[in-house]
């Protein structure tokens, strides 16, 4: 496992020029308005619809389970997509984000106002603060796979259990779980009382069972490839944001479909960048970096490399 990067600056005055010099590499990428992501979104949706018919149409086992297995990528995708969302960098239009975030989210108990605000923290405390909510305790080699395992519950009941932990000091936390829990069983029983009028029940269960194991393996396992064992404080918050998450080089379709998160880095140290102008970002970290003479951003060539990583 590579080692996390500690800087030595003791003294403040010192870092001024390279903060201010990664501040106006991206000045530009903050000043154009944000592309909409309307196309990815319409192609997840109909894989999600076309997975959704399909698995309720057909007959036969092997191709109904399928059909569930493409509904599981279409949501871990839309679940990204959703994490845009939080940040107002998917359509440009953050009311209209957030309502299609939670029509995407809720059926899923995915209690997507509660997780934008400690997300938020995240952003605000990553390396700098124990409190960080979506700190990864337990970073010894190997440990990551109970995560994975744990799967899509496993990471809403973190979610749950962060937000009870800091609403006293965030009390915004306790309207995000009311409006979170309304929705939620709403939605749910709506679903269920049109699966149980068909009596479609059993069905249901196991094809919910298939994405949340699908979809929550594959939310867990991004996690802990961005910020496994890079946990550390820096000198500055930005160089903190920037050392503290992980990239990994991927090509630009694919970085687009992942919602910019291979461009970890660039993201947290400026999370209202749009996803495609994320590896314009990184790369310009990394020249600015390199001037100043301070090591390259944690990166991964490839998703490959970075399992290899985890350990």
Known sequence: MAASVLLLMPDPDALRPLIRDLHAAVVDLHARPIPPA?????????????????????????????????????????????????????????????????????????????YRLLHRLHHRWNGRDQRDPERIHHQQSGCWRRLVLAGGAGLILRTLQEALRLQA???????????????????????LLLVI?????????????????????????RGAIEHWQLWQPQPHPLLSQLYGSRTVAVPNWLNGWLGGLPHHSAHH???????????????????????????PLPCCQGYGEALKQLG
């Open 38 to 114: 309307w196309g990815r979104l319409l192609v997840l949706l109909a894989l999600l619809a076309a997975g959704g018919v399909g698995f309720w149409q057909l007959q036969a086992w092997p191709p109904r389970l399928a059909a569930a297995l493409l509904v599981a990528l279409a949501e871990t995708l839309l679940l990204i997509a959703t994490h845009e969302a939080c940040h107002g960098t998917l359509l440009g239009r953050p009311r209209l984000e957030l309502a299609l975030a939670a029509l995407i989210s809720w059926p899923m108990a995915w209690p997507l106002f509660t």
């Open 169 to 191: 000091q965030h009390p915004a936390l306790r309207r995000a779980l009311l409006l979170d829990g309304i929705g939620i069983v709403l939605v749910q029983a709506l679903i």
């Open 197 to 221: 009028q068909h009596g479609q029940l059993l069905a249901y269960a196991l094809s919910w069972l298939v994405v949340e194991r699908v979809a929550g393996a594959l939310l867990q396992l």
């Open 269 to 295: 140290a400026f999370p209202a960048i749009a996803t495609a102008r994320l590896p314009q970002a990184t790369a310009r970290f990394q020249a600015v970096l390199q001037t100043h003479g301070y090591p």
